[in-house]
């Protein structure tokens, strides 16, 4: 936390040595691995007077991807935090006292919000892969593996300004996921300085 809290000019000194609550708890999510056939068809930088042309193809990869099972993780946060490394897993017992969260979505909803998370991956790794502007993609989805999995994650809070925030770190690799106060001193100067060189 306190490397996250002074990675950023912008956020206010405070914050490295702010009062700190952390709580350990296994959340869960769906993690699907799948092959996919993907269809497309995009636009290209040409030498034409639009500047675009057509083209199409198809590709083949495997892909994974994770869809949050807790109602307080969002997919945005899980993306940030990811990866997580599944080579200790061990069937979950709950018998220690770590807290945990039992699935709030099912495999059937999961899966239909994955396939939709893989084919747009697929979609823009075509894209920056192909340099295309655009494209449209149809994939055929293969599933090779899905599970339910408990990942652990500190949800973090602390105070500052009177209110509360709230941030989330992997316990295995310590990333940071969340929204941190802005020193408005620093935004403020660095505005002005941009109007000033506006007007200069």
Same mark, same amino acid.
């Given at each position: ?26 959340? $869960? /999510?769906?993690?699907?691995?799948? %092959?996919? @056939? &993907?269809? *497309? ?6 030498? #034409? ?38 080579? $200790? /897993?061990?069937?979950?017992?709950? %018998?220690? @006292? &770590?807290? *945990? ?6 495999? #059937? ?92």
């Amino acid at each position: 936390f306190r490397t996250w809290a002074s990675s950023s000019w912008f956020r206010p000194p405070q914050l490295r040595t702010a009062e700190v609550g952390l709580h350990l708890m296994m959340l $869960p /999510a769906w993690r699907f691995h799948a %092959g996919l @056939e &993907t269809h *497309w068809a995009g636009l290209k930088p040409a030498a #034409r007077r639009s500047g675009k042309a057509p083209v199409a193809g198809v590709e083949h990869t495997q892909l994974t991807t994770m869809i949050p099972a807790s109602t307080g993780l969002s997919q945005a946060e899980l993306a940030a935090l990811q990866p997580f490394d599944e080579a $200790p /897993a061990q069937p979950w017992t709950g %018998g220690d @006292e &770590t807290i *945990w969260e039992p699935p709030a979505l099912t495999e #059937r909803g999961a899966r239909a919000l994955a396939h939709e998370q893989l084919a747009e991956q697929h979609r823009r790794r075509i894209i920056a892969e192909r340099g295309l502007l655009h494209a449209r993609v149809s994939a055929l989805i293969e599933e090779r593996d899905a599970r339910l999995l408990l990942v652990p994650i500190y949800i973090g809070t602390f105070r500052f300004r009177d209110r509360p925030w709230r941030f989330l770190v992997n316990a295995q690799t310590g990333a940071v996921v969340g929204d941190a106060p802005l020193d408005w001193r620093k935004v403020f100067a660095i505005a002005l300085a941009v109007v000033l060189a506006i007007a200069v």
